[in-house]
């Protein structure tokens, strides 16, 4: 069985919306075209864009998504970043039409018991507004060991099922396949073997690879 993904990314420019900026932060309220000129753009389909500003003079870089034609863009976090003694972010992110699927994480590598840790999987329709899912990404990251409960992969369907590849170990050791639909959350499956970059999805058939062979699941 032999199977590839085509990624269609276009750029498209629609009329000025407001991006609504988090209480209590510089610039509550700005202006973009959407999608924004003189900005990183991450990702776009023909009805959304994710995208890369700065939340006023002087503050952090976010991730913003807005759907083509509304009134509105959303804040989805800080862009990714890390460090010595930490790292976090909006990463990996996935777009379905006008519903957007993402990480978000912030953890620190210190060690017990001084570290902590928040590792999510968010989806949102761009459109309407609605949150569809905030959920814990899976297992928990283990302050002091670097790379567990970070999210690797991620796909998402029109309807808000959502699946991902999260990291449950150190290094490569312990890595799952989770899913969400309207069934509840399901692991897929686990196993070191899983390979992150091969995560993809069509209609309702999510696609991955264990150790060079070929493996299917369904949303529901």
């Known amino acids: 069985m032999r199977w590839g993904g085509v990624l269609l ?3 498209m420019v629609g009329p000025a919306l407001a991006v609504r900026w988090p209480a209590g932060t510089a610039g509550s309220q700005r202006s973009f075209r959407c999608p ?9 389909d023909v009805q959304a864009v ?8 002087g503050g952090p ?9 509304a009134r509105r863009s959303y804040d989805l976090g800080v862009a990714p970043y890390g460090g010595p003694s930490g790292s976090g972010g909006v990463s990996p992110i996935a777009l379905a039409g006008a519903v957007v699927a993402y990480g978000l ?11 902590s840790s928040v590792r999510e999987i968010w989806v949102r329709n761009l459109r309407t507004g609605r949150l569809i899912h905030r959920i814990a990404n899976g297992l928990p990251a283990r302050p002091g060991h670097i790379g567990a409960g970070v999210t690797m992969a991620i796909v998402v369907r029109t309807d808000g099922s959502v699946a991902w590849i999260v990291r449950t170990g150190d290094g490569l050791d312990g890595l799952q396949v989770r899913s969400v639909d309207k069934t509840g959350e399901h692991v897929l499956a686990s196993s070191p073997e899983v390979e992150p970059e091969s995560l993809a999805l ?3 058939t999510v696609y991955w690879s264990e150790g060079g062979r070929p493996f299917s699941a369904q949303l529901q």
């Not at 994710?50 to 003079?57: D, E, L, R």
């Open 9 to 11: 990314v276009c750029a």
């Open 105 to 115: 994480g912030e953890s620190s590598d210190l060690p017990e018991p001084n570290g």
């Open 61 to 69: 870089t976010s991730v913003f998504a807005c759907a083509y034609g």
């Open 202 to 204: 069509a209609g309702s």
């Open 50 to 57: 994710v995208f890369q500003a700065p939340q006023g003079s």
């Open 36 to 44: 924004p000129r003189h900005e990183k753009l991450i990702t776009a």
